[in-house]
């Protein structure tokens, strides 16, 4: 079984500071796929950013980046420059064979 | 623009009275979800579709169907619409495979009186 534990409901930042959001996983499957997704007020969910389970190099896509630490199952997504459309649910996910699994999602508000 | 489309966006019905919601794709991709949301609650897969192979999650209850009739549509029917069932349906489509994203309609909200 895959479980995904997102242990902060909210967060605040400030505007144009910088915010990390948790997310640690389980899963006894040797290939998978970490993804952050960003569900705006009333809108539809949409990618953040994706990291391979088997690629030690955090990925980046512009102010957004990842920590990955596989050994402790912990990916982490660090928000820079926080800026007010950044306010959403963020869903921590994992995928092994076209099977996502959520975390219960972080609210973040950005504060101007 | 290429897209995952949901019709309605909200839907009343009423308890015990069959629902159907409807998504359909423009993006041409092979695999289509659908998932349950419930009020601050991460999304549910129910089940997916590859192509015509149905795959259905072991605790979707049965109360649950879908129907898969060509690439471009999927269809989630309710039977017995219960007051639990209330939710944010999402649909989302992907072109298989655990690396590729998955891209989600903006969701049906079911309404159950």
């Known amino acids: 079984a895959q479980t995904v534990t997102q242990s902060q409901p909210e967060m605040s930042v400030q505007e144009a500071e910088t915010v990390t959001l948790s997310c640690t996983y389980d899963?006894?499957?040797?290939?998978?796929?970490l993804f952050w997704y960003k569900q705006p007020p009333s809108r539809q969910m949409i990618l953040v950013i994706r990291?391979?389970?088997?690629?030690?190099q955090n990925a980046t896509e512009n102010r957004f980046s990842v920590n990955f630490q596989k050994a402790a199952k912990s990916f982490s997504l660090k928000i820079s420059d926080s800026q007010l459309g950044d306010a959403a649910m963020y869903f921590c996910?994992?995928?092994?064979?076209?099977?996502?699994?959520f975390g219960a999602g972080t609210r973040l508000t950005v504060k101007p | 623009d290429a897209m995952v489309i949901q019709n309605p966006r909200y839907q009343v019905t009423q308890f015990g009275k069959p629902v159907t919601l409807s998504c359909s794709q423009t993006?041409?991709?092979?695999?289509m979800y659908w998932y349950q949301q419930k009020s601050s609650q991460a999304p549910k897969l129910l089940f997916h579709?590859?192509?015509?192979?149905?795959?259905n999650e072991a605790d979707t209850p049965d109360n649950f169907q879908s129907r898969r009739p060509n690439t471009s549509f999927c269809f989630l029917d309710i039977r017995s619409p219960g007051l639990g069932d209330a939710a944010m349906y999402l649909c989302?489509?992907?072109?298989?495979?655990?690396?590729?994203?998955?891209?989600f309609g903006p969701g049906t909200r079911l309404t159950v009186l």
């Open positions: 989302a489509t992907s072109t298989g495979g655990s690396y590729n994203e998955q891209f």
């Open positions: 899963t006894s499957e040797s290939d998978y796929y």
């Open positions: 990291q391979e389970a088997y690629k030690q």
């Open positions: 996910a994992l995928t092994h064979n076209n099977d996502m699994r």
């Open positions: 993006l041409n991709h092979n695999v």
């Open positions: 579709y590859y192509d015509k192979d149905f795959n």
